[in-house]
């Protein structure tokens, strides 16, 4: 793969402890961290807040205007400084279309160690994520620069949304049927990019799907059989799916035969290229998730493979399967495809 940092600077990656979605603080310790601030007053008006552990906050303003208001933002999970701030608005602006709402614009959030780091590597972070932004429609209107250690890129994306059409993850019905919008395996690639050990084909492969945006959201929060979107990212399929789970009270079943993936990363995981954000993820989170008994540790580093920039995780009503299906198809996600059910109990069944 070609080579774009300068002769005399360090590589991205080299200069962050984790990268992309791997670094999320693990949803154990996170929750933990919260407590104190879920029982504080919030007015009426917020209609999405903390208490769900939901994709955006959302802020009604009239009966057919809400806002929706998300911050996403980590550190290097490439190299090529163009990919990476792509790849870091895409996942900003993502969490704007999981709650079904349009994006309007975007404010940047930025920390750079400046000795480390030439004027021309960052100008091209920023870069990247404006044209993120631009084929999202919409501008980077401002934000906030610091001088930091490890280089920092995200968004602050603000959005607006029907407020009876907006979908959250906690609002699955039983019996309704999961389709997931794009292939797992990005956290996987990631950890043998780190390795030098990823083909530029792989690399190729995975820049397309993190810096693919999540357009079908508007239209899917608009079907009527869709009763819940969230995105897959830094908790994994496993954490996602447990999120919407517990959200609804019911069980996320997973058919893991009919998770897509990207292509050998299996065999990626099987030669070590698994991130330590899987395993906390598992710490945190694997209590509550039963693995079928012909499931190996590769299939449990897989289901809690942190995703950066993931794909939509729909639960819609049977008869609406078709439908959905074909929102994705009419943006271009050809790997979409139905993944499992929601069901009366608790936590997430993987076989």
């Known amino acids: 793969m070609a080579d774009t940092k300068l002769p005399s600077e360090p590589r991205l990656t080299s200069l962050s402890h984790g990268g992309g979605c791997g670094c999320k603080i693990a949803p154990g310790v996170l929750s933990g961290l919260l407590q104190g601030t879920k029982a504080l007053p919030v007015p009426a008006e917020l209609l999405v807040g903390i208490g769900s552990s939901d994709d955006a906050a959302v802020f009604k303003i009239s009966e057919d205007q809400a806002i929706v208001a998300t911050t996403d933002f980590f550190m290097p999970i490439v190299d090529d400084p163009e990919h990476f701030g792509r790849i870091a608005a895409t996942n900003a602006i993502s969490d704007v279309y999981a709650m079904g709402g349009k994006p309007l614009f975007a404010l940047a959030v930025v920390g750079m160690p400046v000795n480390a780091l030439s004027g021309e590597t960052i100008g091209k972070i920023l870069e990247g994520g404006a044209k993120a932004a631009a084929e999202a429609g919409i501008p980077v209107a ?3 620069t610091i001088d930091s250690v490890e280089p920092i890129y995200g968004l602050v994306a603000i959005g607006i949304v029907d407020p009876r059409k907006m979908k959250q993850n906690d609002t699955a019905q039983a019996g309704d049927v999961l389709v997931l919008g794009k292939p797992l ?34 239209e899917l929060a608009a079907l009527e059989g869709v009763h819940g979107i969230t995105d897959v990212t830094g908790f994994g399929i496993a954490g996602h799916a447990l999120e919407m ?19 050998d990363v299996r065999a990626l995981a099987e030669a070590g290229n698994i991130t330590g954000a899987s395993g906390r993820n598992w710490a945190s989170y694997g ?6 008994d012909d ?20 639960a819609c009503a049977p008869d609406a399967v078709e439908e959905v299906l074909a929102t994705f198809a009419r943006h ?20």
């Open 332 to 351: 271009g996600f050809d790997a979409a495809v139905s993944v499992g059910r929601m069901a009366p109990g608790a936590g997430v069944s993987i076989a």
């Open 295 to 314: 499931l190996d540790e590769i299939d449990r580093a897989l289901a809690c493979d942190p995703q950066t920039s993931g794909g939509l995780l729909v």
């Open 287 to 292: 209590e509550e998730i039963t693995l079928s």
């Open 245 to 263: 789970a517990r959200g609804s009270g019911l069980q996320a079943q997973i058919d893991w035969a009919s998770v897509p993936m990207l292509d």
């Open 142 to 144: 401002g934000g906030h």
């Open 185 to 218: 395996g990005v956290g996987i690639y990631s950890a043998a990019l780190k390795k030098e050990t990823l083909s530029a084909t792989q690399y190729d492969r995975m820049i397309e799907t993190m810096t693919r945006l999540n357009t079908p959201g508007p």
